[in-house]
């Protein structure tokens, strides 16, 4: 069964640097999703994407966070001065049509130095 | 504002027993989804079910049932006979628009 691929599944950064989260979203997929869990707590919508651009972002997604479809098959979400807060597992999620489930990846756990 | 209540934070059983986890949502919109994921210790996040707001009908998968009323927002999940490897932490979620609104989540212990 295809499957939500991201990368790395675990990735420490000194505080202040930029990090890129990867996912392979499932092939057939038009609508993608970041999403973010702190340790202990619910998972947080981030921001949705359709059709090369931001569908919906939530007030976590401020200035510092980006994301990229740069070729057909990656979904990168980019942090680009990282705080000690941001430190949490960031999942990527992938649905065919707006009325189908999201899949989600295994997620990849950030742990900011 | 759309809003996923999970009130029960964890419970513990022994395997065997049945176990339902609530959930109570509220929203203003007329057509929406809810869903259940499963997040096992190894901590991805696993699709169980989903339900439109327009089907109340009460569904089974094996040792699992979902329980949705829309008269009271709840949308509640049973695992009937309960194993080990079902301890993990449950989410309810809301569609709303393009996005998904958990719960907090409850953590459930099935002890051998």
């Known amino acids: 069964e295809p499957e939500v691929t991201q990368t790395p599944s675990h990735q420490v950064t000194q505080m202040g640097q930029e990090v890129i989260l990867r996912c392979v979203p499932i092939s057939n997929h038009l609508y993608f999703y970041w999403y973010r869990q702190i340790l202990g707590q619910k998972v947080e919508f981030l921001v949705s994407f359709y059709n090369n651009e931001i569908s919906e972002k939530s007030e976590i997604f401020d200035d510092q966070f980006s994301v990229e479809r740069p070729d057909g098959s990656n979904f990168t979400l980019k942090i680009r001065s990282t705080k000690l807060e941001d430190s949490a597992m960031y999942f990527c999620?992938?649905?065919?049509?707006?009325?189908?489930?999201?899949?989600f990846g295994d997620g990849t756990r950030l742990s900011i130095l | 504002a759309q809003k996923v209540t999970q009130a029960q934070t964890e419970i513990s059983v022994v395997e065997k027993e049945d176990v339902t986890l609530d959930c109570v949502y509220e929203?203003?919109?007329?057509?929406?989804?809810l869903f259940w994921y499963k997040q096992p210790p190894s901590g991805e996040l696993v699709f169980l079910i989903r339900r439109n707001s327009f089907d109340e009908q009460n569904e089974i998968s094996g040792r699992y049932s979902w329980n949705f009323q829309k008269s009271t927002s709840s949308f509640n999940f049973t695992i009937t006979a309960s194993q080990v490897v079902d301890s993990a932490v449950y989410f309810c979620?809301?569609?709303?628009?393009?996005?998904?609104?958990f719960g907090a989540g409850t953590i459930l212990r099935v002890k051998s």
């Open positions: 979620a809301l569609g709303h628009g393009n996005k998904l609104v």
């Open positions: 929203t203003r919109d007329t057509t929406y989804y």
């Open positions: 999620a992938s649905r065919n049509r707006g009325d189908q489930p999201q899949h």
